[in-house]
């Protein structure tokens, strides 16, 4: 054998005929511009392997493919460019391409009352598919809020109110004593329980759309559900906060109609699924509720 002659083991045969659904890596770190922001990615790019003779793709190719990923702002028509060079590639072989990008995109979030700033992680993945000459893509991602228990409310109002009667029982009611009593512990004798809760969204996007409304989409999920974490906090934007939960007191079926109905305004988007969970600090589970749009139709 000449030295400069490799041997290309995934040229050779298949010793068992059989096509394959999907073959190619998973885990590739690469960092990727999206709005602006370089993002520290994994990617997983991949093909169906239709032709069932050959023994292997050419994972080289896929990998060197993704190098457009790098150099321009990832948008719909830059993933469908990628997919269609994972096809080129693998003329004969493969008839459907796969890519998916996962990165956690950051957002400066203005507090809600004091002239102050912070940052928030969002998870994000974009997946996409050219299978058939159709080009899909579906934007996912995550969006933590606070939730209120309604019920929790209700009864602990019920029991302000007893307290009240109790206090105040064959007293006549003056204000400033009405006031110093809402004022005090006794006016507030008991608390709901709220909970740390996740709205993880996953959307079908329409077809030739210039750019991935991914901000849009948690800005939009985050005002319908009003009561987003918040990042850096003083005293006032704590107050702020609660009443944003006091006025928006929510059930996790509450939260999961909030979405659908936000997501159905939301421009660009042709099919949903919303799971929200309720991270309960009254049980040691959670609660937790899913709504979609067209979402069979993928
Ligand atoms: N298909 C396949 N390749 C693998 C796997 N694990 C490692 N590889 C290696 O991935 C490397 C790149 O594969 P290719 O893209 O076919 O490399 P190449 O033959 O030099 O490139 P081309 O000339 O473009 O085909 C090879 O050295 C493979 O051995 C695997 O599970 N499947």
Redesign the pocket.
Known sequence: MNALT?P????QASRQALPLEW?GMCGIALPVLFDGQRLAATVDAGVSLDDGNA???????LYLALEMLERESLSPDLLRQVLERFLESHEGLADSAYLKISADLMLKRPALISPLAGWKSYRVSINARLKNAMFHVELKTEVPYSSTCPCSAALSRQLIQQQFIDDFANRPLQHADILAWLGSTNGIVATPHSQRSQATLRVMLDDFLDEFPLIALINDAEAALATPVQTAVKRADEQAFALANGQNLMFCEDAARRLNLALKRSPGIRAFHARVVHAESLHAHDAVAETHFNWEAR
């Open positions: 490799l290309d083991i995934a040229a073959v023994r292997g793709i050419h994972m080289s190719r």
